[in-house]
């Protein structure tokens, strides 16, 4: 029954994959180029369509505002009380309760509260042409006391002490003046906050927040007041400085959250993110030729489902284990979440709702720019992820003629193999992070965690990592982890994964000389021009490609030194192999017609020197005899062919050098003996 509906199916509509499978060689070459075509231009209308998705304009406005408030420094007291200048520090420096007054007063109210122009009022803008959609908002979230025990030998040294930061433990109770949003706690829906992962825990969107007042002086006279009271202490885990601006010159928004954490050993930890994104005039595209091109591109999705869905009902679940197969099924599931994605901020999106609304509630704004970036991020992520699968597709149509097809079976011939050495590479990996991560984590900021630890081990693959930090912590076992290193990853491993390589090249490109002449694509493809340049008149052209075509295919050679190797990779030994090439004639100087060489290879191959005299006389009653003739029957009978392609080409030779001979070749000739 299965076998009828793959029939059926495959008159209707026959696919590359399909093909292959069927071990029909002429259908798959055709199809190979009628796919090749198709997905060409999807590859170009695909590019053409979504590369302006990112904008150079976005990234301008990220780099200038990430460095109005991350690289501006400002001053502060020394830690040394003997030393009277005052140290300069930036963003990334901050690191105590001093510092982040210092730098809410002096950076962050500077740079929010620009000098008005005229008719501009003060704190609207930033660096001008970047208007506020909301004003600035801080919030803090904090925990409980009491949710850690204090050893009995230090009771005495404290009182009370606070956990490091979850949400279980979160404080909710009112503290200082309890006056205000500030000293109050409030729900997410009133700090239209959203959930965080920072660098030390994984926050709640609820908190003590409040909006920064509308002029300079009155907010540095509130930070003054904030601080006087303490609104930072032993249990503050984080501040969010959230605020968002627009640019309606380039339609570029950036969502910008400045983060202190303060972690329960002390200190403070800085972050910051920066997420810009271009709005577009019809959701996703800024001209009706790009918003055209990605409806042709969701055209061009609907016809490789179709194909997919063919594919799936002859092959079933066998689909699944074709790696080109996943990699078609993974380029239409991101096309089509890309589309689910590109309605919903069409729907969301509408020409009239307003950005400029969100100002006038900003009870609601903040969430809203939260999402919207979100959408717009996630819309570039999923297209980059698309963009990459398109382009590794290309690989599937490179086995146009016999060398690059080489190179493609030689990768899909050491995939599994390789496969299998990443899961041993990576263990090895993995190894010596934990033991970086044991050795250096408390003093090396590259091995601190177990993630950083990795992608330092992974670093030094890459002979990039800051080898005297390591040597500050222990020189000798630096030393020591270094060499090991060295020794068994890059010596042993990386080695190892070009013999894998190696080995399925040469295996691959000894079955192909073995093999039967193919068709290729680019065969097809000379045929098809041959043909065009009859159709214009060019017959001239045609015929001398023709020509040059059959003078390459007599001219294919293989010389002694590969013969030799060749044979050697056959296991067998020198003296064999020495006998071999003289019982065929075979000498140093001379080189080998690629057609003899793979019959010698056959003749070799099947008169084994495993089934020796020996062997014959043990099986003498077995029917091994009628098997080796119908080897021998074989062999002839592809002796019998080779004959005749090769007395084509020769006859074919003849024809074409009788076409560009005139017709009274002939008579003139016996004239001129005469």
Known sequence: MDDVENVRFSVVWCTRQIALDRNDRESYVKLTVRELIVYGVFLVIFVASFSGLHSYAAFVVNREVSSLFIDSSFTTSAEDADDADDVTIKFDGIITMEHFWKYFYNVLCDKLYETPLAGNENGSEILRENKFLFRPRARQVRVEEGHCEIRNQFKGLFRECYAPYEIRYED??????????????????????VYYEGEIAYYGAGGYY???????????????????????NRGTRAVFVDFAIYNCNINVLCA????????????????????????????????????VGMCTVVMFIVYFTLEEILEISYFRLRY???????????????????????LVIALKERPSSKLEDTMSAPEEGYKVVEYLVARHELLGQLTAYMFFLVCIKVIKYTDLNKSMTIIYLSVGRCFKIVAGYLVIMAIVVTAFAVLGYCAFGAQVKGFSTVNDSLLSALRILMRDFDFRSLEHVDQSFTTFFFVLFTCMVIFVLLTMLVAIVFHAYFDVDVEELLAERKVYVFDKISEFVD??????????WSTKRKNDRLKSELDQHITYQDIYKILKRCRYTDSQVEEIL??????PQNAVHEDEAR???????????????????????????????????NQLQSSLDEVHQKIDIVIARLDAIRVQLPRNYAEQAQEETS
């Open 599 to 633: 019959q010698m290879f056959r003749d070799v191959l099947q008169n084994q020197p495993g089934t020796s005299k020996m062997d014959e006389a043990k099986n003498t009653s077995n029917p091994s005899d009628v098997e080796w003739l119908v080897k021998r029957m």
């Open 256 to 291: 910008v959250k400045l983060v202190f954490e303060f972690p329960a050993s002390g200190g403070i930890v800085p972050s910051y993110s920066f997420r810009t994104v271009k709005l577009y005039r019809y959701a996703v595209a800024d001209t009706i030729l790009s918003l």
């Open 210 to 232: 409040f909006d920064f007042p509308k002029n300079k002086a009155d907010a540095k006279a509130f930070i003054q007041d904030l601080e006087y009271n303490t609104w930072l």
């Open 172 to 193: 909710k109770s009112s503290f200082g003046p309890k006056k205000g949003t500030q000293w109050s706690y409030s729900k997410d829906s009133e700090t239209q906050g």
């Open 320 to 342: 699944f284990t074709k790696f080109w197969n996943d990699v078609d099924f993974g380029i239409l599931l991101l096309g089509w979440c890309n589309f689910g994605l590109a």
């Open 582 to 587: 003289n019982k065929y004639g075979i000498r």
């Open 531 to 540: 043909h065009m340049l009859l159709r214009v008149g060019l017959k001239e």
